[in-house]
Nanobody, 122 residues
Framework: VQLVESGGGLVQAGGSLRLSCAAS????????MGWFRQAPGKERELVAA????????RYADSVKGRFTSSRDNAKNTVFLQMNDLKPEDTAVYYC????????????????WGQGTQVTVSS
């Protein structure tokens, strides 16, 4: 199984980025997908998650109204559209695949990508 994130980078505050996570080696449509982030010295936290059919999404309070998660099961890819980025959004962003649903606990995710760095300058 491989999850490969892309789309990170350096952006000014107020800017946008779109992260992608391409999955292979698993039946993608059977896994809920989550986006987590981890800043230096902090625990990994859930940013957004989406169910297998995209019917339900959940977001951290800190990103509601700014971030949107979507998925394309035909392309085995999940996306995170990030708008109005703030310096506090700076972190390594990871995608995870879970058989158990859109859980906020990292331990409930079966597979992880390698992460992509997002840096927001003020």
């Amino acid at each position: 199984v491989q999850l490969v994130e892309s789309g990170g980078g350096l952006v000014q505050a107020g800017g946008s980025l779109r992260l992608s996570c391409a999955a292979s080696g698993l039946t993608f449509s059977r896994y809920a997908m989550g986006w987590f982030r981890q800043a230096p010295g902090k625990e990994r936290e859930l940013v957004a998650a989406i169910t297998t059919s995209s019917r339900i999404t959940r977001y951290a309070d800190s990103v509601k109204g700014r971030f949107t998660s979507s998925r394309d099961n035909a392309k085995n890819t999940v996306f995170l559209q990030m708008n109005d980025l703030k310096p506090e959004d700076t972190a390594v962003y990871y995608c995870g695949a879970s058989r158990w649903g859109i859980d906020a606990i990292p331990g409930q995710y079966d597979y992880w990508g390698q992460g992509t760095q997002v840096t927001v300058s003020s």
